[in-house]
């Protein structure tokens, strides 16, 4: 099993930045995609970005695309979001993800089996 806490959400005014961090524990080595989703009210989890644990693309919705940016360390088993120019419409719960095995699609909620307890991040306009 792996485990996920995600930090840094806020309120925040459109225009500004905020970096998302992940910190995975537990079985580390068996993990092979890390990404990040997010759920506004009444919305669906949607896709943000997705990246390999041991190397690979990054891959980003194009929502964000620009503008976001998803990186990982492997030596403190943490995985950042780096989220600039916010908007409005970025205003969501956000979720770290994470799978550990590599068939399936990057980009399904449901092809990730383990999941954080979410953070809020919300952007004023």
């Known amino acids: 099993q792996v485990q996920l806490v995600e930090s840094g959400g806020g309120l925040v005014q459109a225009g500004a930045s905020l970096r998302l961090s992940c910190a995975a524990s537990?079985?580390?080595?068996?993990?092979?995609?890390m990404g990040w989703f997010r759920q506004a009210p009444g919305k669906e989890r949607e896709f943000v970005a997705t990246i390999g644990w041991s190397g690979g693309s990054a891959y980003y919705a194009d929502s964000v695309r620009g503008r976001f940016t998803i990186s990982r360390d492997n030596a403190k088993n943490t995985v950042d979001l780096q989220m600039n120019n916010l908007k409005p419409e970025d205003t969501a719960v956000y979720y770290c993800?994470?799978?550990?095995?590599?068939?399936?699609?990057?980009?399904?909620?449901?092809?990730?089996?383990?999941w954080g307890q979410g953070t809020q991040v919300t952007v004023s306009s």
């Open positions: 993800a994470a799978r550990t095995y590599s068939s399936g699609s990057y980009f399904t909620p449901a092809a990730f089996g383990s």
């Open positions: 537990g079985r580390t080595l068996s993990i092979y995609l």
